[in-house]
């Protein structure tokens, strides 16, 4: 990777990928946002920021030229429960946007990362460990434009050879940029409470796991998975990664062991519970550590111990 375009670099996990690329790589990394989602600062003032709409297909071309990109991260998406609300959108970012995305990568022979999710999967899945190769029939729009984003990644690869990567991945944590309508935010929700010491009231039932991971293990998944030799491969699109699964009660005892005080309550919302309800407890990642070495540093208390320190920090409390 020399010169990357990331698209959506002001979301959830763009804001974080595109301060890390820059650290890492020399080249260009082009931070891609659209009107009304603005870099802050520290993304403007270290780097190349161009306006790119994933459902603009001259747009993405264009800067791909511009700045000569090879590999572009292709973050643009919404997350499950506001894609519920506005399904058309989400088909046409996720989905529409992704072959613009494709389309441009086998023009100009760049490489692709498009994250898919947990959210793939669906109720007639396994649900325990969750193996790397299954039934993914899912319930939800979210999951529909995951798998069909995975299947047409595969597709450009053995059809064109365009060098498509992705992986699956769980709710991220983190306590820089927030999520936005996400069914696994409440994992990160219950950090901020805890952090501003008042009480959490969790829309997601007790005994509901789901796999979790903490966000820098997340964003050394996006670069290892680009980085990895190829020749390894078995799969593309998309791995199964997992570090930690767990249900509400699991991470509010945890929060607890530092904040006895810390109080939680329920008010399950039905449309985030059904949609958790039919994603699986945890997935098995054994085919990434195999295929290109994945392996994660963070279990819940580590996470817990990093996550209600830096909020504490940042709230002042
Ligand atoms: N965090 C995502 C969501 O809850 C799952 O990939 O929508």
Redesign the pocket.
């Known amino acids: 990777m020399k010169n990357i375009l990331i698209i959506g670099s002001t979301g959830q996990i763009g804001s974080e990928l595109t301060m890390k690329l820059r650290g890492i790589y020399n080249g260009n990394v082009v931070a891609g946002y659209i009107p009304g989602a603005e870099p802050n600062e520290a993304m403007k003032e270290s780097g190349p920021c161009e306006i790119v709409d994933i459902t603009n297909d001259k747009q993405i071309a264009e800067i791909v030229s511009k700045y000569n990109i090879d590999t572009i991260y292709n973050l643009a998406a919404l ?3 506001v894609a519920e609300t506005k399904p058309q959108l989400a088909w046409k970012i996720g989905v529409g946007g992704l072959c613009n995305v494709l389309e441009v990568a086998r023009e100009k022979k760049c490489a692709v990362f498009t994250p898919s ?3 793939s999967f669906g109720p007639d899945t396994p649900r325990d460990n969750t193996p790397q190769d299954t039934l993914q029939r899912p319930k939800t729009m ?1 999951g529909v434009t995951k798998v069909s984003g995975e299947l047409l990644s595969d597709y450009y690869f053995n059809r064109f050879g365009v060098d498509t990567r992705s992986v699956r ?4 944590i983190s306590y820089v940029t927030p ?1 936005g ?5 409440y994992a990160v929700d219950i950090y901020y409470s805890a952090a501003k010491k008042e009480q959490f009231v969790c829309p997601i039932g007790a005994g509901t796991f789901m796999d979790m991971m903490y966000m820098p293990d997340a964003l050394r998944a996006c670069v290892e998975i680009m980085e990895a030799d190829p020749a390894k491969f078995v799969h593309r699109n998309s791995f199964n990664i997992a570090s930690m699964s767990f249900d509400p009660e699991i991470i509010y005892n945890k929060i607890k062991e530092y904040e006895p005080d810390f109080k939680m309550v329920y008010n399950v919302d039905p449309l985030r519970q059904g ?1 958790a309800d039919s994603w699986p407890n945890s997935l098995d990642d054994s085919c990434a550590r195999e295929e290109w070495g994945w392996k994660p540093e963070f279990d819940l208390d580590s996470m817990t111990r990093d996550m209600l320190a830096k909020l504490k920090e940042k709230f002042n409390k």
């Open positions: 997350l499950s429960a999710s947990i959210g979210y991945f769980p709710g991220l999520p309508g996400g069914t696994t935010d949609i």
